[in-house]
């Protein structure tokens, strides 16, 4: 085909020429590259890191730990004033709700006696409800006995008897038939809700002192939290639940004993009383030092009761 000098002229320079880039894709680069360097900036470089937030403004988890950080200053210090105002800072309308609950939390998840202790008095002062609260309230004192005083007994004066009459014979009167009564049906035995499951002895010479070592456990061998204890003695008592030390086991609790001291324990849900626990001095071969006892009860109750 003929093509004209002009023709081959106007090719040469198109296909010479380079590609042109409009001014908006320059304009999009920019701002993308601006926007990636802002965020790396931002989120790398120079953060935003908040100083002296309000507690309104804390999350669940950081509220929790904040609640809980105000019981233990409370207990140390006893300064109500000072505790209160920091919890108004929350602005939690279902306050003492939420303190009841913190305290149930760390109780079922076995924390330091101290600290559900300090969460159970603050859950106290704020007015939360919780049924293992009356764990921790001081305990009862027995009311006073007001002494009566006895009257003492009249003195028996002697009186002269009347003199005998005679008189006829009582007339014989037959003697009246006995009639068989129904047998009362005696009274049902409420059955107890746990059963010792074993009683030993403990003789472990890395323990700072011999202790009646409580193990719980439901129906399925499963350790229980949570389950009181009573230990008696004369002239005092204690109570405790099992929970404290997750780390041995949720279903443990101890009782540290003092010598020539009989202890007796029960479980007021339901059990029997296991008396008669002192300490005792383990054989030779096992060291030979005071020892205490070991005891495990079983709930008797299943899931299906």
């Given at each position: 085909?003929?093509?004209?000098?002009?023709?081959?002229?106007?090719?040469?320079?198109?296909?010479?020429?380079?590609?042109?880039?409009?001014?908006?894709?320059?304009l999009l680069l920019g701002l993308i590259l601006g926007l990636a360097g802002g965020l790396v900036y931002a989120w790398i470089i120079n953060p935003v890191v908040y100083v002296n937030a309000s507690p309104e403004r804390l999350n669940e988890q950081y509220r929790d730990e904040y609640i809980f950080l105000v019981s233990q200053s409370y207990a140390f210090t006893g300064d109500w004033e000072q505790a209160e105002a920091r919890l108004q800072a929350l602005e939690d309308p279902d306050l003492p709700q939420h303190v009841a609950d913190l305290f149930e939390q760390y109780l079922r998840q076995?924390?330091?006696?101290?600290?559900?202790?300090?969460?159970?008095?603050?859950?106290h002062q704020v007015g939360g409800s919780n049924p293992a609260l009356s764990l921790?309230?001081?305990?009862?004192?027995?009311?006073p006995v007001t002494?009566?005083?006895?009257?003492?007994?009249?003195?028996?004066?002697?009186?002269?008897?009347?003199?005998?009459?005679?008189?006829?014979?009582?007339?014989?009167?037959?003697?009246?038939?006995?009639?068989p009564s129904s047998t009362p049906r005696p009274t049902?035995?409420?059955?107890?809700?746990?059963?010792?499951?074993?009683?030993?002895?403990?003789?472990?010479?890395?323990?700072?002192?011999?202790?009646?070592?409580i193990m719980?456990?439901?129906?399925?061998?499963?350790?229980?939290?949570?389950?009181?204890?009573?230990?008696?003695?004369?002239?005092?008592?204690?109570?405790?639940?099992t929970g404290f030390q997750a780390q041995r086991s949720p279903g443990y609790g101890d009782f540290t004993m003092s010598p020539d001291v009989s202890y007796s324990v029960v479980l007021p849900d339901g059990?029997?009383?296991?008396?008669?626990?002192?300490?005792e001095d383990c054989p030779a071969g096992e060291g030979g030092l005071p020892g205490g006892w070991r005891l495990t009860f079983q709930n008797l109750t299943t899931a299906d009761d």
């Open positions: 085909m003929f093509r004209s000098s002009r023709y081959r002229e106007v090719k040469a320079r198109r296909e010479g020429e380079q590609p042109r880039i409009a001014a908006t894709s320059y076995g924390a330091p006696a101290q600290y559900v202790r300090n969460l159970a008095q603050l859950t921790f309230g001081p305990t009862p004192q027995p009311p002494a009566t005083a006895t009257p003492a007994e009249a003195t028996a004066t002697a009186t002269l008897l009347p003199t005998p009459s005679l008189t006829p014979p009582p007339t014989r009167t037959p003697e009246p038939t006995l009639t049902e035995t409420p059955q107890p809700v746990y059963r010792l499951l074993s009683q030993e002895r403990v003789c472990d010479q890395a323990a700072p002192a011999p202790r009646i070592e719980i456990v439901d129906a399925e061998l499963e350790p229980l939290p949570g389950v009181e204890v009573h230990v008696n003695w004369e002239g005092g008592s204690d109570r405790f639940f059990s029997p009383t296991i008396s008669g626990l002192r300490v």
